[in-house]
């Protein structure tokens, strides 16, 4: 099994370009997440989606969008990247959004924007 | 508001002593905590949770629901416990996590 796989893992945008972070799992997992990573302030929740065909804002949620195309695949859209949104981005999944739920990362994307 | 914080952005320990990485919390409700490691080039772990009441790896974490801590003890820290950990709080409905901002921990031979 890979895991929680991620793609890319590197990428440079121009402010105002758009893209998309791809972000797959293969372990059968209802609920997947969305993190940014920004030095000093530990990881925060971006988009969640608790169950296939739902999904809701987490902590820092504008300027992004995502899709649940499907049970494994969980997107993240940057429409119009500003420098601000310069971090690493962390996917991860887990069994169900309960509480006590362990949750699985990606390996994450580093994006810079300039 | 619903919080997590690490004071400690590097803690540097010689092998063999023994080593605690604080966590403070601010929640409402019932918490339930984690702590989540990521070693050099590896990605973002589980390493234990307070409602499984294990020890991982040697490390232990109380939840004192008094001071609103979960700190994380290892009595004889080792070289290969040198990295980025992260105390986690479950915030509820959807499996969400807050972070804490993570304490790099260094253990020097």
């Known amino acids: 099994n890979a895991g929680v796989t991620q793609t890319p893992k590197f990428q440079v945008l121009k402010t105002g370009q758009s893209m998309t972070l791809q972000c797959a799992q293969d372990?059968?997992?209802?609920?997947m997440y969305w993190y940014r990573q920004d030095p000093g302030m530990g990881l925060r929740l971006i988009y969640y989606?608790?169950?296939?065909?739902?999904?809701d804002k987490g902590e820092v949620p504008n300027g992004y969008n995502v899709s649940r195309l499907n049970k494994r695949e969980f997107s993240l859209r940057l429409e119009s990247a500003a420098p601000s949104q310069t971090s690493v981005y962390f996917c991860a999944s887990s069994t169900t959004s309960g509480v006590s739920e362990t949750q699985y990362f990606g390996p994450g994307t580093r994006l810079l924007v300039l | 508001a619903q919080r997590v914080t690490q004071p400690e952005k590097l803690l540097s320990v010689f092998k063999g002593a023994p080593v605690e990485l604080k966590c403070n919390y601010s929640y409402s409700g019932s918490p339930e905590l984690f702590w989540y490691v990521q070693y050099s080039r590896q990605r973002l772990q589980l390493l234990l949770r307070?409602?499984s009441r294990e020890s991982i790896k040697g490390f232990t974490a109380d939840l004192n629901k008094g001071e609103t801590s979960f700190h994380l003890k290892k009595p004889f820290a080792q070289e290969e416990d040198s990295a980025m950990y992260y105390c986690a709080l479950s915030a509820g409905q959807g499996g969400k996590l807050i972070f804490g901002q993570g304490t790099e921990l260094s253990v020097k031979p």
């Open positions: 989606s608790a169950s296939e065909g739902t999904t």
């Open positions: 372990m059968n997992h209802n609920s």
């Open positions: 307070h409602i």
